[in-house]
């Protein structure tokens, strides 16, 4: 399999004379291949055979669409090596990295499949007629169904398992919605390698060509036509505050607002409580180090603020984490735009009298006074940039937490004897975060049931859902009640005979297949 730059409509290969080239990234030089923009024709286009599609596809059993999340599964692994040479060129991320996340994209689609089958996530519910009460019940039977065509936007970070085939795509295809992916123009080669092996599942399962089409270009204004796109009904988004609020004011001004599903911002809070920092000053010191500095600083997870008791265990803290970084190679970022950024926001800190900068790299402090007094020290940067917020005791650390924006991760290092006192740390931490971690650092993500990975805003735009683990897939999914259908009308997920062999509830009792 290879790249030519095209935009996949379906089936077609469609070409523009308007291109744009992805740029090497360490050097910054543009690559050779031209890729083509995608219009707001193309756009139409692609909409139109995704609403086509969504009854079909959304009607299809659970087996077959866990046989289609399988396929998706294996064509990507059927791509080989030139997937993992393409992503490396264009972002400098390691190979090790790289076919770690091709193993994280094709595991997520598995775990997809394999919860379809189960059809828990149906969540079929049945509440049989009762003719001889008064006043009569009756028959009511509930299930959920494919919200319809989802726009997917891939992001900067994870070229692979938050991109083409991440996550947000994962979970719109098993909950039976079709979905036009709008690719990130730093890797435009990796997104059309894993869009071709979509496509190529998609006619290899026979399902209709609109249940999948890819859209790549530079400009906002591909984005916004997308998401104001009448037949789009959701939006999955991982990215910049900036350009998430973007995307939610597009769809709420449409004549039909729909929900953007944004991962945005987050500084994910370490709160180091007194016994443990005492006790392992130096070792918290080095794995906060190894935390911020994994993958040039640049995941949505990496610890960005520190909050601490001032003190000589503190110092230690400090100090060992200052000789981490020193010590940690040289890395390459993934654009000059996120190199940008995080440069602007390191001299913003440098030049703010609140932060002093602590060692060498962009180790900062401040104390919890100036810290609550100053907003913008609470801005992410994005990139390998901490902050460390020194407090006069306990009450200071939780009025600290308590003024925090919401996070997607919160961090909790503690030791026995900081029991009684975490207890009312850990109530403020669950109030602002969807993840709390306990003597662990924040940086990585498990795919699996249990995660959450979300949070209250501004980390996501909804803080009721996460875009990690298979709780992900009721984000595109909306119930629906019917009332005294004949069983022949009826959805196989609701008729007597139970043909999908789903678990369901009936009559408030839950029952297995």
């Known amino acids: 399999m290879t790249f030519d730059g095209s935009i996949l409509i379906g089936a077609r290969d469609v070409r523009r004379d308007t291109v744009f080239r992805a740029l090497e990234a360490g050097s910054g ?70 076919e770690g996340e091709r193993g994280r994209t094709t595991g997520q689609l598995r775990m997809f499949a394999a919860e379809v089958r189960e059809g828990r996530w149906l969540d079929a519910v049945i509440d049989t007629a009762l003719p001889e009460r008064s006043p009569p019940r009756a028959d009511l039977r ?49 997104g059309e390698l894993v869009a ?55 769809a709420r001004q449409r004549a039909e607002p729909i929900p953007v599903y944004a991962e945005m911002s987050s500084i994910n809070p370490v709160a180091l409580m007194p016994a443990a920092l005492s006790a392992r000053a ?44 020193t010590a940690a190679p040289p890395q390459v970022m993934l654009t000059p735009g996120i190199r940008a950024a995080y440069e602007a926001g390191v001299a913003a800190l440098d030049q703010n009298a609140a932060a002093r900068r602590v060692g060498p790299g962009a180790l900062f402090e401040t104390t919890a006074a100036q810290f609550m007094a100053d907003t913008a020290l609470g801005a992410e940067v994005f990139g390998v940039a901490s902050l460390v917020v020194r407090c006069a005791d306990l ?22 004897d900081d029991s009684t006192a975490a207890a009312p740390i850990l109530a403020l931490l669950q109030a602002r975060a969807g993840r709390v971690l306990a003597n662990g650092w924040p940086t990585g993500v498990e795919v699996t049931h249990a995660m959450v990975h979300g949070g209250p805003f501004p980390a996501t735009s909804d803080g009721r859902t996460t875009s990690v683990g298979t709780l992900a897939i009721t984000r595109f999914l909306r119930p629906v009640c019917y009332q005294d259908m004949p069983d022949a009308l009826l959805p196989p997920a609701l008729q007597a005979a139970n043909p999908w062999r789903i678990p369901r509830r009936v009559n408030g009792i839950q029952g297995e297949a």
Request: some cysteine; aromatic content about 6%; glycine content about 12%.
């Open 196 to 250: 071709r092996a979509i496509r190529s599942a998609v006619q290899g399962c026979g399902l209709p060509e609109g249940v999948f089409s890819y859209m790549p270009g530079r400009t906002n204004a591909l984005g916004a036509a997308l998401v104001a796109h009448p037949s789009i009904k959701a939006v999955g988004f991982t990215g910049s505050r900036s350009g998430g609020l973007a995307l939610v004011e597009i």
């Open 142 to 190: 509930r299930m959920n169904v494919a919200l319809g065509p989802v726009a997917v936007f891939g992001a900067s970070n994870f070229p692979l398992a938050f991109s083409v085939a991440g996550g947000d795509t994962a979970a719109a295809f098993a909950a039976g919605c079709p979905v036009v992916v709008k690719g990130h123009p730093a890797h435009p080669g990796t």
């Open 282 to 325: 130096e070792a918290l010191g080095a794995g906060f180090a190894a935390s911020l500095s994994l993958g040039a600083g640049q995941f949505c997870t990496n610890p960005g603020l520190v909050i601490a008791l001032d003190g000589p265990d503190l110092d230690r803290f400090v100090a060992a984490a200052s000789a981490a970084l």
């Open 395 to 416: 009450g200071e650390v939780a009025h600290v937490i308590r003024n925090l924006e919401g996070q997607l991760t919160a961090t909790l290092q503690i030791d026995p």
């Open 29 to 98: 030089a543009e690559l050779p291949q031209p890729f083509c923009e995608a219009t707001a024709e193309d756009v139409a286009a692609a909409c139109a055979l995704a609403e086509g599609a969504s009854g079909a596809f959304g009607a299809l059993p659970p087996a077959k669409r866990a046989a289609f999340l399988d396929a998706v599964a294996l064509a990507i692994e059927a791509i080989g090596d030139i997937l993992i040479e393409t992503a490396m060129c264009e972002t400098g991320l390691p190979r090790a990295r790289l």
